[in-house]
């Protein structure tokens, strides 16, 4: 039975068709860069596109296509891989395979549908029979042994569909195009937008008859263009749809896919499939770099001349130099025709560097390509062939470059490269950039300038190189020539834009204190900013944080505020991921939730509706508020009420969040965003004491707890609030509130813990943690645990690197006395004895301790699932004689102890006769 088994299976990959291996997405096709045809269309097409898939009937809830959103799924995916129950996933290991398994089961780009028979255009096939020809090991088998997969089945359609749209660049008229997009949520129902006849629904269920009598679909039928030359007639730009929020949003029909945002700016984006191409070059030292076999492996039969057999870089042929060396599919078409003469002006406008912006920086789905007007959206369809490269995939290309040549470079200095992962390669390329670096992996995105100066003569020599190899395949002229406007574009591309800060109206009294940061406008050279080496409390930190939003919804536009503070506000996050913190989002709002099925969401009555619970996906948990209708819900109006319920909610998230059996947790924040909706602190009544109540309560019952407020009443939360500075006032620059609340996040100190306390005395609790050079880490255990404690000692140890350790009983700790700088397996104890002699549990004070990483000194690198980068420091905390219960010292004597072992004995013998 089983051979007859395998050998339909060997039957239907001879076939080029897949199947479903139980629920996972069995692939044959062993193309490295690319999904098949038939599993677009038996698969991706099915779920993602089709008019009766699931995305075109509403999802159930929004994801954002972000590279925040991206690591997180890959994160998923890898710790799947690594956690050896499957052998047929154990094959994926390496960042490398790990990239080639998602583009062979996501990535389909150029589609056409009158392609027959691969059903894409010139231009992907070409650069996609090149680029596999390139990354295919010059020796060894190419095919795919059997149990090839894609775990579909712990992915849902949302981040599968989600998958598809950030990995395949594809550009779409929406107004013309079936195209199903994912849902918008219109207060609460679910509604597909997707081709022309539903955008004009949209278009004149919204906009005025005035818009309506101006809008493009009811120009002139004459074709006449006159009224663009009239500013006050101008076409509109785009088409407008109100979403929950109750407030107009923008959504560009010429949209562009295969692409995801960097940390919620609005005017960047990366084309993500680029960037993987990039890490597989890197990693495939068998990579063809001679362009012989690459003709070969092409199909090419011909002699080749001497002069012709070159080297080619990999790692610049498939980020770069493809898109250098492409001409648009109409290249053939004769510029002298006047039927040509608009198109040949648009592909000189627009054939490189297209770009645009995202419709929300709240939840990044929908990326259009503004710049093009829409006075010509009549003839888009024709012209769209003229875009050879966007900026986007300029950009994508621009860091997969990098990334591809530091890991190439450095390959032999890796140790085992089936324990390097893409999620780590990712964010250590997406973050702030450390110091020192290692010598293994020192790429970062803020070093993108390389490509115009250092690195550029490589990519223009390899560009020439696959421009020759496309002309000696296909007869076309040589020596070919490559296009100036490129390496312009190139130039722009490494920059990254600043997106508008100010898009709310500046209402008084806060116009002074956002003027004042108007002047503090922070774009990505500040996000640049290399660490100073200072190991004090001015170094950056990344302290493992979990962050609780409880933001205001008594109106779509403060919902809409409060979305767009916690979307920045998690762009500037960098240590929440699935070994670090999490996020979680509450509305204050006492109905319930009104999502369909809500996964990962807690059961049971919560005072607070939660929005996302325990995220870890910086990326897409904001997204979750457009899923939520407030009309109908009633907000806590008064402080006693609030605190009554945040109380409740904070017991409820601990107790639906269990880490009893961990000894250190991640910081706890709680950022209070509230926009007067909450009124005045009630004088008297029942109210009035469940406020004096609770605000003991969150206070002293919740220490860990740091509460941060964004209200327009600074004195409403003053009694929960650790320090005065623990609040922001809401001005409208969004990016700024953002990039104050994560700084006051990850100073908030992480906990160690022991919850043994009551049983025993800790001897030798550890914790194990990771620390990137340059950064410090906050931690703090709090006198719940040791309240009655005698001796205890804490002993730091850095196994890898250097690091230097300050501990206080006051924070921040900076006691030079008790500051230590510790080499590689120098230790360092910290005794304290009767730490709470005569205090009670509200007034005595924890124990505060600043961990800084100085430098990595091992040669290898740091390939635990925990860390975040590969220079990442690990270092152990041990702890001895914490304990929180007295009775734990009454030890009985010796007389004692004989005396009931005798009257114990004497009784088993009378009750035995």
């Known amino acids: 039975m089983e051979t007859i088994l395998w050998t339909l299976i060997l039957l239907i990959s001879t076939a080029g068709v897949l199947c479903q291996y139980g629920s996972n997405q069995i692939i044959v096709d062993s193309n490295p860069v690319s999904a098949s045809y038939d599993l677009y269309q038996t698969v991706i097409e099915r779920e993602c596109i089709a008019q009766n898939s699931q995305a075109s009937r509403g999802r159930l809830w929004p994801v954002g296509q972000s590279i925040e959103n991206f690591i997180a799924q890959v994160e998923l995916l890898e710790t799947l891989i690594h956690n ?441 050279t500040d996000f640049c900013n290399t660490p100073g080496g200072i190991l004090d409390k001015t170094a950056p930190c990344e302290t493992p944080s979990d962050v609780i939003y409880i933001i205001d919804g008594s109106t779509p536009q403060k919902l809409q505020q409060s979305a767009d503070i916690v979307a920045a506000t998690n762009a500037m996050l960098n240590n929440i991921r699935s070994d670090g913190g999490v996020i979680s989002i509450f509305l204050n709002s006492l109905g319930s939730n009104d999502i369909n099925n809500p996964p990962n969401m807690p059961l049971g009555i919560w005072p607070l509706v939660p929005v996302s619970f325990n995220s870890s996906n910086t990326g897409c948990s904001q997204c979750r508020i457009d899923d939520f209708n407030t009309t109908s819900k009633g907000a806590a109006n008064n402080a006693g009420v609030l605190f009554r319920a945040l109380n409740t909610t904070l017991f409820n998230y601990e107790w639906w969040n269990p880490r009893t059996n961990q000894s250190a947790i991640p910081a706890k924040s709680a950022v209070l965003i509230d926009f007067n909706s909450i009124g005045q602190l009630p004088e008297s009544g029942v109210d009035r004491d469940d406020y004096n109540y609770f605000k003991d309560q969150l206070r002293y019952r919740h220490r860990d707890v740091r509460f941060i407020s964004v209200s327009s009443q600074p004195e409403l939360f003053k009694d929960i609030l650790r320090e005065d500075t623990d609040r922001e006032i809401p001005g409208n620059n969004a990016q700024q509130i953002g990039q104050n609340l994560a700084q006051k996040i990850c100073e908030n100190p992480a906990t160690f813990q022991y919850n043994a306390c009551h049983d025993r005395k800790s001897d030798g609790i550890q914790y194990v943690g990771y620390i990137t050079p340059g950064y410090k880490q906050n931690w703090a255990m709090y006198p719940e645990f040791f309240l009655r404690s005698f001796n205890i000692k804490f002993t730091f140890k850095p196994e890898d690197g250097d690091i230097k350790v300050c501990y206080d009983r006051s924070f921040p700790p900076e006691w030079q006395d008790y500051c230590k700088e510790l080499k590689n397996g120098e230790e360092q104890t910290f005794e304290i004895s009767d730490p709470c002699k005569g205090k009670s549990f509200s007034s005595c004070k924890p124990f505060y301790f600043s961990v800084w990483g100085k430098e990595r000194t091992s040669q290898s690198q740091c390939l635990e699932k925990e860390c975040m980068n590969l220079d990442q420091i690990k270092f152990t905390v041990k702890h001895s004689g914490v304990q929180c219960s007295s009775s734990l010292h009454i030890q009985p004597s010796v007389s004692f102890q004989f005396i009931s072992v005798t009257i114990f004995f004497i009784i088993y013998l009378f009750l035995n006769k």
């Open 84 to 524: 050896g129950t499957d052998a047929n996933l154990g094959q994926h290991r390496g960042a490398d395979n790990v990239a080639k398994l998602l583009l062979r089961r996501f990535r389909f780009e150029g589609y056409d549908p009158s392609a027959h028979p691969l059903y894409k255009k010139p231009r992907e096939i070409n650069s996609e029979v090149f680029n596999s020809a390139i990354l295919k090991p010059v020796t060894g088998s190419s095919e795919l042994p059997q149990g090839y997969y894609f775990p579909d089945q712990y992915f849902s359609i949302e981040e599968k569909c989600s998958m598809h749209q950030m990995l395949s660049h594809n550009i779409y008229n929406l107004n013309k195009v079936r195209r199903p997009a994912y849902s918008q949520v219109f207060r609460g129902k679910r509604q597909a937008i997707s081709n022309r006849q539903n955008l004009n629904q949209y278009q004149n269920q919204y906009q005025t008859p005035n818009q309506r009598q101006t809008n493009w679909q009811n120009a002139a039928p004459n074709g006449n263009n006159n009224y663009n030359n009239n500013n006050n007639n101008r076409l509109p730009i785009a088409s407008n749809y109100v979403n929950n929020y109750g407030v107009n949003r923008t959504l560009y029909p010429i949209r562009e896919e295969g692409v995801v945002s960097l940390r919620a700016n609005q005017l960047e984006a990366i084309a993500v499939a680029r960037v993987l191409l990039g890490v597989i070059a890197g990693l495939t030292p068998q990579a063809k770099t001679q362009t012989r076999d690459i003709l070969k492996a092409v199909g090419y039969t011909e002699t080749i001349k001497g002069d012709y057999d070159k080297q080619l870089d990999p790692v610049a042929a498939v980020t770069l130099a493809d898109l250098w060396s492409a001409k648009n599919d109409n290249q053939n078409n004769n510029p002298n025709n006047p039927d040509q003469s608009g198109a040949i002006q648009f592909s000189d406008l627009y054939g490189y560097g297209a770009d645009g912006k995202w419709s929300s920086t709240s939840c990044t789905s929908h990326y259009g390509l503004d710049k093009i007007p829409m006075s010509q959206l009549d003839q888009i369809d024709t012209l769209l062939p003229y875009i050879i490269a966007t900026k986007a995939e300029i950009r994508g290309g621009i860091d997969g470059y990098l990334i591809g040549k530091n890991l190439r470079n450095n390959y032999n200095m890796i140790d085992d490269p089936s324990r390097l992962r893409l999620a780590t390669i990712l964010r250590a390329y997406y973050s702030k950039p450390q110091t020192p670096k290692s010598t293994t992996f020192t790429a970062s995105y803020c070093d993108r300038q390389k490509v115009t100066t250092q690195e550029l003569q490589n990519i223009r020599e390899s560009a020439q190189t696959y421009q020759g190899l496309l002309a000696m395949k296909f007869g076309l002229r040589m020596p070919p020539d490559l296009s100036d406007k490129f390496q312009s574009e190139l130039n722009n591309a490494i920059t990254t834009p600043v997106s508008a800060c100010y898009r709310y109206p500046i209402r008084e009294p806060f116009r002074a204190y956002a003027l004042h940061h108007r002047q503090r406008r922070t774009s990505g």
